[in-house]
């Protein structure tokens, strides 16, 4: 049976099966922990999926949410992160939101070789999605961000990486 962490989980979802871990109490949360306080509560190589739906932009220090995240997964785990692309007024509108995210970000994080992106994708407005924008978007998403993405603007940035560990 696959190990699953849903930080964040908030107090009205939490993935079936998943360990729930969110800052307020709630009846399906599982760890009530502060994810600006390391290290979290978990033993090292524990978990083989991590979802970080809608927090990694609530996060103080999002360098060291993800070494905290790299050390406890699993080698070869996959973390799904959905956060607002830093284009859209989301990103900009919730004054809890303390950093900002689009593709480039992830590419850069897998720099450090904890992470591989398996997988990204570009949200868009159902407008952006008649037109062709997010298939054009998502095809060429470094070219999007550097010369279109402030005319069309993108809702969501998800993308899914894989754990790197010397095993």
């Not at 998943?18 to 524990?46: K, S, T």
């Not at 999002?62 to 989301?90: C, D, F, K, N, W």
Request: aromatic share 12%; glycine share 6%.
């Amino acid at each position: 049976m696959r190990a699953i962490l849903d930080l964040g989980c908030g107090p009205y979802r939490k993935i079936d099966g998943a360990v729930g871990v969110d800052i307020r109490p709630a009846p399906h949360v599982d760890v009530v922990h502060d994810l600006n306080q390391y290290p979290y509560p978990f033993d090292e190589n524990q978990f083989d999926h991590i979802e970080m739906s809608h927090i990694l932009e609530h996060v103080y220090h999002p360098a060291r949410t993800m070494e905290e995240v790299h050390r406890i997964a699993r080698p070869g785990a996959t973390v799904r992160v959905v956060t607002p692309h830093y284009t859209s007024q989301l990103s900009y509108g919730d004054l809890t939101h303390y950093h900002h995210y689009g593709y480039v970000t992830f590419t850069t994080l897998c720099n450090s070789g904890q992470f591989r992106l398996e997988r990204s994708r570009l949200i868009f407005t159902d407008l952006y999605r008649t037109l062709g924008i997010s298939l054009l978007a998502n095809l060429f998403p470094r070219r999007w961000e550097k010369y279109v993405a402030f005319l069309f603007p993108a809702l969501y940035v998800e993308v899914v990486l894989r754990v790197v560990k010397d095993q």
